[in-house]
């Protein structure tokens, strides 16, 4: 079984990794970076609560293996937050209660934050698409949508 | 429970030749975006020793179309890609873009869902769950028990870009060690739940090869979420016409009833030279669903789906025959 050392580049800082070929991304995320803002949902593919963002595109976490992200930028949630700052979309959901449990916000979010890079104004049909890959138990669905118009819609100022 | 991956070594090779090499050892797999595989390994489905990964072969990567006019698309391309291409047909992109979920789509490929592993409520569950039940036919066991009596596996298979392949008449392009086919993607499929294609495990595929199509065609998918499933039935159509609206050619293909993408031949032959009239579709239509035989191994029972089989194969070539075609999925 090959271990190898990776230079992994997530949220902008390089790691040095060393881990095994079958590890996930989500395993090292959260088990060696302790980057546990990325979630552990279904673990095949179906929940999205481990969405991340792969070179600005979400991917889940789950079933990508780290060995495969090496030439590439990992965002998590934690990502998000600059000098301090949350982003946008963060402040829109806290301040919406788009997060009822709050296990599928940062799959939400992350999944929301590549939307409005690629579209600024995305209308309703857009955000729900954008979204469809992450599923929320609790079925709060409207205010995450109204958070993500709300977060575009101050972008926009 | 986290369920991880078991142990395997992770080979990335960077040119085709090589690739074919080292999945000629029968302890490797191949491993292209690894939606599908994955979730298998960590079911414990299968356990190879070798994982070799398509990601880094430039000659899977890309869309073209080339000098005959045909659209090739590389088996590396993702489907978010593909779904986003102004190079393929319409149809293809939205086939695409019904496929799973966005995360998926910009992991999975082509390829991977041309290949896509034949479903089952009684394969695609955890190791515990599959021990206790007894290990079905695909899973090494010796009874099927979707049909006790059945001979042969009933695993569904439930890709969406293979029908709509088939209804454009595309073909693919397999590499391996000691050379190169063109295979149909009609006869690349067999209806076996466990040999459910005709590629042998060192063949690499390379391109799906797309003919110039100037017709109408449509690809209905249906399914309880408008999102991640499965289908549980899809309808591909594809055909052209004359000025008097007179079909010249047709292909009608139904997925997801069976291990394989099912040719409606009887109703093809039936369609060429008319219209598209009501009682010429409605006659099609029994022509094309009677042969339909869905058994109670996904998401609703059986019946239900024979039953909107017709349902879905009218609304599809209603859709072809007029002017309108827009490409759709039907809400359950």
């Not at chain 2, 191949?30 to 979730?39: K, N, R, W």
Request: aromatic share 4%; proline share 5%.
């Amino acid at each position: 079984m090959a271990e190898r050392v990776l230079a992994l580049r997530v949220n902008g800082e390089t790691h040095r990794v060393l881990t095994s070929d079958h590890r996930t991304l989500l395993e090292v995320l959260r088990e060696d970076l302790a980057l546990t803002g990325t979630k552990h949902g279904c673990d095949v593919g179906e929940c999205g609560a481990c969405t991340v963002l792969l070179d600005g595109r979400p991917v889940l976490a789950c079933l990508v293996l780290v060995s495969q992200v090496a030439t590439g930028s990992v965002t998590t949630i934690e990502g998000l937050v600059e000098g301090g700052k949350p982003h946008e979309l963060q402040s829109a959901f806290a301040e919406l209660g788009a997060a009822q449990c709050g296990y599928c916000t940062p799959g939400m979010i992350l999944s929301a934050s590549a939307l409005l890079d690629e579209v600024a104004q995305p209308d309703t049909d857009e955000i729900k698409a954008a979204l469809t890959g992450n599923l929320c138990r609790c079925t709060g669905y409207n205010k995450i949508i109204e958070a993500v118009e709300l977060a575009a819609d101050r972008g926009q100022l | 429970m986290t369920m991880r991956l078991p142990p395997f070594d992770l080979v990335t090779p960077t040119t085709l030749q090589e690739a074919a090499g080292l999945i000629s050892d029968p302890t490797a797999s191949i491993v292209g975006g690894g939606t599908d595989l994955f979730p298998k390994m960590k079911r414990r489905q299968t356990t190879p020793v070798t994982l070799v990964s398509l990601a880094e072969i430039d000659a899977l990567k890309g869309i073209r179309i080339d000098d005959e006019g045909r659209c090739v698309i590389g088996a590396g391309v993702t489907l978010a890609e593909l779904a986003d291409s102004p190079l393929v047909p319409a149809v293809v992109a939205s086939a695409a873009d019904a496929i799973a979920s966005p995360q998926i789509r910009n992991t999975a490929t082509v390829g991977g869902n041309l290949c896509l592993d034949t479903r089952c409520n009684y394969i695609d569950m955890p190791e515990l769950w599959r021990e206790a039940s007894g290990h079905c036919l695909k899973d090494g066991g010796d009874t099927c028990w979707v049909a006790p009596r059945s001979d042969h596996c009933w695993a569904i298979s439930s890709t969406d870009l293979a029908p709509v392949a088939i209804a454009l008449g595309g073909s693919l392009r397999l590499v391996a060690a000691d050379g190169e086919r063109i295979i149909d993607v009609d006869d690349f499929f067999q209806n076996d739940g466990i040999d459910y294609h005709t590629k042998s495990p060192g063949e690499i595929v390379v391109e799906l090869l797309l003919p110039a199509f100037t017709g109408r065609a449509t690809y209905l998918k249906h399914r309880r979420r408008g999102s991640i499933d499965f289908p549980l039935l899809g309808v591909a159509a594809a055909a052209t016409f004359d000025d008097a609206a007179r079909c010249t050619g047709i292909r009608l293909v139904v997925g997801a009833v069976a291990s394989a993408p099912l040719r409606a031949i009887a109703a093809e032959e039936f369609l060429i030279g008319r219209e598209f009239t009501d009682d010429v579709i409605e006659e099609a239509t029994r022509l094309a669903s009677n042969p339909v035989r869905p058994q109670d191994n996904t998401d609703t029972g059986s019946r239900y789906r024979k039953w909107m089989t017709p349902v879905f194969i009218t609304r599809a070539l209603q859709e072809i025959a007029s002017d309108d075609t827009t490409n759709q999925e039907e809400e359950p």
